[in-house]
Nanobody, 124 residues
């Protein structure tokens, strides 16, 4: 069993930056592909970014490509999402998720473990 806890969310003005962290406990995530997803009010949960087990491969949603960067520190059992040039449409609850696989995925149903989410609000 893996427990995931996100942090780093908050209120920021458009154009600003935030760095989300996801701390894992219970077991190592060093063999797990990890992902970040987000869900805005009234919308379905959507893919944001994913990283392979060793950080060697990443993939981003088109809407965040060039602005967001996913990374991981397996020694610390953590995953990060650096978000730059934030836009009001990035406002959502952001979730960290872990797969029982080393391979990255954009599919929400491929992830077994989820955090409780952290709110990101971008004002215009």
């Amino acid at each position: 069993q893996v427990q995931l806890v996100e942090s780093g969310g908050g209120l920021v003005q458009a154009g600003g930056s935030l760095r989300l962290s996801c701390a894992a406990s219970g077991r190592t995530i060093s063999t797990s592909a990890m992902g970040w997803f987000r869900q805005a009010p009234g919308k379905e949960r959507e893919f944001v970014a994913t990283v392979s087990w060793n950080g060697g491969s990443t993939l981003y949603a088109e809407s965040v490509k060039g602005r967001f960067t996913i990374s991981r520190d397996n020694a610390k059992n953590k995953v990060f999402l650096q978000m730059n040039s934030l836009k009001p449409e990035d406002t959502a609850v952001y979730y960290c998720a872990a797969r029982l696989s080393t391979v990255r995925s954009t599919n929400v149903y491929d992830y077994t473990y989820w955090g409780q989410g952290t709110q990101v609000t971008v004002s215009s």
